[in-house]
């Protein structure tokens, strides 16, 4: 599935990840700490 829309949200402590498709309707979402979201979005 291809996507349209990715957004990160930063906080103090935690990234939220969050992808949609090109219906606008969530894929997927994630809620990180710092040292695993780089590992998250560069995943295959």
């Known amino acids: 599935m291809k996507l ?3 957004g990160v949200y930063l906080a103090k402590n935690v990234f939220r990840i969050h992808c949609a498709n090109f219906r606008e309707q969530p894929t997927e979402r994630h809620r990180l700490p710092y040292e695993y ?5 560069l995943k295959d």
């Not at 979201?37 to 979005?41: E, I, M, S």
């Open 4 to 6: 349209m829309r990715a």
């Open 37 to 41: 979201w780089l590992q998250t979005v």
